[in-house]
């Protein structure tokens, strides 16, 4: 015979855990330091008379104190709850990207010989100049202005090491320019650039995976719709860029105001 909870949702049975749990705490934790926060409150620490403490904790479970109790289990439950479903929201989320990670992988070959489109962009370096053979910041920002792009946008997938014709050209370049000369470092200069020129909130919406590929590493930036538009900090100026076509242009202050009407109504 099946157990009541075997016939429940896998979300309600966690839910109607963590809200007894959460009643539990609220009940035996968060009641009881209340009436202590109380007590030391109206009680002159030099008067401290720990045998009305103790009656008055005893107090706190009498019938007097009814409202109060069911107050105080009833807000542990609804913490307990919302802290399960914010939980459960951040493993689904974890485990979308995992799958999102590799499905991108497996048709990494398949997406580059397609070619740039409106939501696939190719940059050969982060940071190293190619032509020039040196570090060039400069090209932080094309990088930048590209996830800002894809933000006001539908999102998309920017890949880091792969040129313009599809050739896998590699961070390693990129990895001896940084303080950390590894993925990670790389990694975190990229969401440090994020923070910086986008918003430390918009972090959220970028996902950034290191892949090995013909012998060399290449970066696999997926970018999400953002939750508000994305400006490029630029000084005291705050650019507006949309990704249009296989190309990410900058819109003039008209432009920009549509756009932003469209895209994020209010």
């Not at 630029?234 to 249009?244: A, K, L, Q």
């Amino acid at each position: 015979m099946n157990s009541p909870s075997a016939s429940l949702p896998r979300n309600a049975v966690g839910s109607i855990k963590a809200a007894a749990v959460g009643g539990l705490l609220g009940l035996l934790v968060l009641h009881p330091f209340s009436m202590v926060v109380h007590f030391f409150q109206f009680t002159p620490t030099a008067t401290v008379d720990l045998g009305a403490l103790a009656s008055g904790l005893a107090a706190s479970a009498g019938p007097a104190m009814i409202l109060m109790t069911v107050a105080y289990t009833g807000l542990g439950a609804l913490a307990g709850v919302l802290y399960a479903r914010y939980g459960a929201a951040v493993r689904s989320s974890r485990a979308l990207r995992e799958s999102q990670r590799k499905a991108i992988a497996r048709n990494l070959p398949r997406l580059i010989e397609g070619g740039e489109n409106g939501e696939l962009e190719f940059k050969s370096s982060l940071r190293w100049d190619r032509k020039l053979d040196g570090l060039n910041k400069g090209l932080e920002a094309s990088v930048v202005k590209t996830m800002a792009g894809f933000m006001n946008a539908d999102g998309g997938i920017l890949l880091l090491g792969i040129a313009d014709s599809g050739e896998v050209t590699g961070l390693e370049a990129d990895y001896a320019t940084l303080r950390q000369q590894d993925a990670d470092g790389l990694h975190q200069h990229l969401m440090h650039l994020v923070a910086s020129r986008l918003g430390a909130d918009l972090c959220l919406w970028v996902d950034v995976v290191i892949e090995p590929m013909n012998g060399h590493d290449i970066g696999i930036v997926s970018v999400l719709p953002s939750h508000r538009p994305a400006y490029v900090e630029r000084g005291t100026v705050r650019d507006y860029f949309v990704r249009t076509g296989n190309s990410t242009r900058a819109l003039n202050t008209e432009e920009a105001v549509a756009h932003i009407r469209h895209r994020f109504p209010s």
